[in-house]
């Protein structure tokens, strides 16, 4: 919000006026610092990068500095050695920033960086007749939150499930269900039943050579378009796209477009003849590469040389493709870390093809979810089912509900909302490039840093709001903002647009998790040290805190993906 700009173009304005000149009012800004306690003030300055050009001490010049600020936002401000701690004005600002929040509602915090032009942001991406595992849920949520993120800062977000629907795994797939394969079996539970069958190829094949051959001889019949290769393709495609959705349906998640690898099939060869044409494709050992010496790079692989193409030729041909389809002015894809060469390979292709919307275009990676310190593996059957984690989430958000609020009568929607609301919430607080490790006990804990704590925090809000007698509060005068733990609150919601802008520059949803326990955290304080219904001259103030941090939690839950019950 504005009042830190307030405090920097204060500053700005004074320096300049003692003789200051080579500092601008961006170098200000990032010198201003949030003191690590309250009391210290909301923002201090540190003299120091003052001395050299003023020729005086950083105390000497704190205190003159001190002297000169005359600001109606600006309380007070202290000399703290060569710092200067300023301490806005609580009554006034306080009265702005609730207002604000009050009256904006669900658009508190909304900015106009995008100007509605479109993001396409590749999430989640899960391989067909596989199923739908933990290893996938940092991609999905992380990709969502950021496609809300992106939505909240004026942009038009493309969600895009780039599913694996396309590669040798499905010749391997095709020979293992000829093999020992039960129809009426895979009919009845088609994911568990495909990925069991996977799980026996790679057993079996490492003391039955041929099984290989044969797997590659079906990948071949499904590329050329043979008719039973392709039907079996397309059965297993479907009945995992049911069970995907049924997942996305419980986080409450969307796409755009389903446009998987095998979409791109018939899109690869104009890719290699513009690569040509351009005579950017050179030799090595029989296969076609791109050269990318200049970057520091190995070169990007586009042919084998049996000619066959490879995953940079799709996302070659999928960048292409969307950029025509939806004239995008960023592009995400949100996609594990191990995958960083490759798309810096694509991301210089691009560029050397003359497309300088490839400088848009951005790699998002993240850690991986780790299982007893390893990375989950389909392939060696060390895997843990989202869908089970998600239900066992639910169930026990349920009895929770049924301990705390036996006779409530929504048990079965808010459960959901906070059993799911939890799995979400444990992968987003950790910065995204740290490794998850499962644990399916820490993700459930209803207490401390969780998303059902920041939940049960706006459910209490709207208790307080449900039993306080109502009047049109954008009327009611506020006074009582002066109190320490009343300012906490506050000083947390005139940051908020500050956090989303943060997220939004460095593609990281733990910003807003944070702030959404922080600010839980401080309501408690507050709510612990005020008699808020008490009927005096400030209750209507004090009701207008509880509907602004009710607002702002649910938005900032909201933007993770995260839904906020009105009771629990």
């Known amino acids: 919000m504005k009042y830190k700009q307030i405090i920097i173009s204060t500053i700005y304005e004074t320096i300049t006026q003692i003789g200051m000149s080579s500092l601008s009012k961006d170098e200000v800004g990032k010198k201003l610092e949030v003191p690590p306690k309250q009391e210290m003030g909301d923002y201090a300055f540190p003299c120091f990068v003052l001395a050299k050009e003023l020729k005086k001490a950083p105390v000497q010049i ?6 000169l600020i005359n600001n109606e936002y600006i309380e007070r401000v202290e000399v703290v050695g060569p710092y200067l701690n300023f301490f806005l004005e609580k009554q006034k600002a306080g009265n702005e920033v609730v207002m604000k929040v009050l009256n904006e509602k669900d658009n508190f915090g909304k900015l106009s960086i995008g100007n509605h032009r479109k993001v396409t942001i590749d999430l989640s991406s899960p391989n067909i007749a596989k199923p739908f595992s933990m290893g996938h849920l940092r991609s999905t949520v992380i990709g969502n939150s950021l496609a809300n993120i992106m939505e909240k800062c004026g942009y038009t977000p493309i969600r895009i499930n780039h599913l694996g629907d396309w590669g040798t795994q499905f010749g391997k797939l095709i020979t293992a269900y000829k093999t020992w394969g039960d129809e009426d079996r895979v009919k009845q539970e088609p994911i568990k039943e495909l990925l069991s069958l996977y799980i026996r190829f790679h057993e079996e094949v490492e003391h039955t050579p041929g099984l290989e051959d044969n797997g590659r001889s079906w990948f071949k019949r499904l590329e050329d378009g043979d008719k039973e290769a392709l039907s079996l393709w397309k059965w297993f495609r479907e009945e995992s796209l049911n069970e995907f959705e049924r997942i996305y ?16 099939n018939d899109k690869m060869d104009a890719v290699v003849k513009e690569l040509e044409t351009k005579s950017l494709l050179s030799e090595s050992e029989g296969a076609k590469v791109v050269s990318l010496d200049e970057y ?13 193409t490879l995953y940079a030729t799709r996302d070659l041909a999928a960048a292409l493709y969307r950029a025509r389809e939806y004239n995008f002015s960023k592009a995400l894809y949100v996609v594990g870390g191990e995958q960083s060469l490759h798309f810096k390979q694509v991301f210089h292709v691009l560029n050397k093809l003359g497309y300088d919307w490839s400088k848009d275009m951005h790699h998002i990676p993240f850690g991986m979810m780790l299982k007893d310190g390893k990375k989950m593996s389909t392939r060696k059957g060390k895997v843990v089912l989202l869908e089970e984690v998600l239900q066992e989430a639910i169930k026990l958000a349920a009895q929770n509900i049924e301990l705390r ?11 959901k909302m906070v059993g799911v609301g939890a799995v979400i919430f444990h992968d987003l607080k950790n910065y995204r490039l740290n490794d998850v490790e499962f644990s399916l006990k820490e993700m459930l804990t209803f207490e401390g840093e969780t998303g059902p704590y920041v939940q049960y925090t706006h459910a209490r809000a709207c208790s307080i709001l449900r039993k306080a007698k109502r009047k049109d509060l954008s009327s009611v005068s506020i006074d009582a903002y002066k109190d320490e733990k009343a300012w906490s609150v506050i000083s947390l919601l005139m940051k908020f647009e500050e956090v989303i802008m943060q997220a939004y520059a460095q593609f990281d949803p733990s910003q807003i998790a944070k702030y959404t326990i922080d600010l839980a955290q401080a309501f408690n304080k507050y709510y612990g040290s005020v008699r808020i219904l008490e009927e005096d001259e400030h209750q209507y103030a004090r009701i207008q805190l509880v509907e602004a941090v009710m607002i702002v939690l649910k938005e900032g839950l909201r933007l993770l993906g995260v839904k906020a019950p009105e009771q629990m």
């Open 62 to 67: 704190a205190q003159e500095i001190s002297s």
């Open 405 to 415: 609020n036996p006779n409530f009568d929504e048990k079965e929607a808010v459960a």
């Open 249 to 264: 349906n419980l986080m409450d998640i969307e796409f755009d477009s389903f446009n998987g690898e095998a979409f791109y």
């Open 296 to 308: 520091d790079l190995p070169p990007c692989l586009i042919k084998k040389s049996d000619g066959a």
